[in-house]
């Protein structure tokens, strides 16, 4: 599937829409401190105003001023605001979504600086999740992997970037969902750039960077961006560990100690697909159905440690590898799967052989499609690592690899496979010695300034 970007508005079709008062100037609501924020589905920003379906993908309908904290707990000295804005969910229907968008200090009036498009691994259906609701202070967010990632986040701060971190499963947390993901985050890069309450700048290049979830998020954006968004300067996109194959990934992970990230994948899907949604009442039990309810309302974490050890076909009415076999389930997950486009951007692929969660063979085949295709791909192996432990380790390489993209030097390799350990790397561990400096500042609140990798 893909969509095209257009104008703003529709003028023409405005004549049935009421109080649509964002058009030209959208309303925006000041820092108000000492507030606790509402869950999404109870907080009326996140609720389009009338006659937003007429907008163009990436209109601001909204905005507000926000404070972030660690962990919910620990406030960060930094510049948010976030947006509301139209965007388009698989089907091609107008959604309305929102970006956190947080600003490097020390920037210069007039200065050209890049903006990053962050992925967050939400990997849950849960609110408590959305990046726009953990990352605030005050959020109750517990088990939430968005709130540890404001580390990595700041980390690119201090490269001087501004950085936009979407809710890039939408409003109803569709973890899975394809296609969607992508528009999301590229229309909230449209959103970002057009914002006259931010006012970045117009020239700025543009990065995508997300792990895991978010590196699946992340390449649905780039393999959407060519034919959705071609007038973004997008320069470079870094897939960490990104999935490729959710259904393979499915019967990886099934009955073992993170059975709650296909539960929670399942439970999403079913929402987007009616036939599979037909073929789980079917087929699943009550207690299995009890169970997916319940999925919907844990934190990613929470999902794990309750469904640790837990078969899905424990829940079914006849083997599990029949109701997979099903049209209906096939065709999901055929259409789950990444590689239906060639990204037109660069593209770093990290991805660890050793990965309990991710297959590297479904990465290898991925990497191999988009080569094959006329992308730009570098791609690291990581012969030596897990999955956990490559995101922070490969953090430095990823963030020389995107300064590269910005400051446009060519590519010096066109790698499809290096297996040299990030851990074996001794850049690695000076970036990891700065990150850690960086992290130390998070956790105790303090300002973190502009200094470059």
């Excluded at 000041?30 to 209109?59: N, S």
């Excluded at 972030?68 to 965007?87: D, M």
């Excluded at 690592?385 to 380790?393: A, G, K, R, S, V």
């Excluded at 297996?419 to 400096?437: D, E, I, K, S, V």
Aim: glycine share 10%; proline share 9%.
């Amino acid at each position: 599937m893909v969509l095209k970007g257009a104008s703003m508005v529709e003028l023409g079709n405005l004549a049935g829409a009421r109080a649509a008062e964002w058009i030209g100037k959208p309303p925006h609501e000041e820092l108000q401190r000492k507030v606790r924020p509402l869950l999404p589905p109870d907080d009326p920003f996140y609720e389009p105003p009338p006659g937003f379906q007429h907008a163009q993908p990436g209109t601001v309908l909204r905005s507000r001023d926000v404070e972030l904290a660690f962990v919910g707990l620990i406030p960060q000295p930094v510049t948010a605001t976030q947006l509301l804005y139209r965007t388009t969910d698989m089907n091609g229907n107008p959604e309305a979504t929102v970006t956190t968008v947080i600003l490097p200090s020390e920037v210069a009036p007039g200065q050209t600086f890049p903006l990053l498009s962050y992925q967050c691994a939400i990997d849950a259906i849960s609110p408590r999740c959305f990046p726009s609701y953990a990352m605030r202070r005050r959020a109750k967010a517990l088990g939430s992997i968005t709130q540890l990632e404001l580390l990595l986040i700041t980390a690119a701060l201090a490269e001087g970037w501004a950085v936009s971190v979407p809710d890039h499963e939408g409003p109803h947390g569709l973890w899975g969902v394809p296609y969607e993901p992508g528009y999301r985050i590229l229309d909230g890069i449209r959103a970002a750039l057009s914002s006259e309450r931010i006012a970045l700048p117009p020239s700025a290049p543009i990065g995508l960077w997300g792990y895991s979830g978010g590196g699946l998020a992340t390449a649905w954006a780039a393999e959407a961006c060519g034919d959705y968004a071609p007038e973004l300067d997008i320069v470079g996109a870094v897939l960490g560990s990104p999935v490729g194959d959710l259904g393979n990934t499915f019967r990886r992970l099934n009955g073992g100690l993170f059975a709650g990230l296909p539960g929670l994948v399942v439970a999403a899907l079913s929402h987007a697909y009616p036939g599979l949604d037909r073929v789980i009442k079917e087929h699943t039990n009550e207690d299995g159905r009890a169970l997916l309810n319940r999925l919907e309302t844990m934190t990613t974490a929470g999902a794990v440690i309750h469904m640790a050890g837990k078969d899905m076909g424990d829940y079914l009415d006849e083997p599990l590898e029949n109701v997979l076999s099903t049209p209906e389930v096939s065709h999901v997950f055929e259409d789950i799967k990444l590689g239906k486009a060639v990204p037109v951007p660069p593209v770093l692929i990290v991805q660890a052989v050793h990965d309990y969660l991710i297959d590297v063979d479904d990465i290898d085949l991925l990497a191999d499609a988009y080569s094959a295709g006329g992308a730009d791909v570098t791609y690291h192996r990581d012969a030596f690592n897990e999955h956990m432990f490559l995101h922070p380790l490969s953090a430095p390489m990823a963030l020389r690899w995107l300064t590269d993209r910005f400051e446009r030097r060519p590519l010096s390799a066109h790698l499809i496979r290096t297996q040299w350990p990030t851990m074996f790397n001794p850049m690695t561990y000076a970036g990891m010695l700065r990150l850690g400096r960086i992290a130390a500042k998070v956790i105790t609140g303090r300002k973190v300034r502009r200094r470059p990798l």
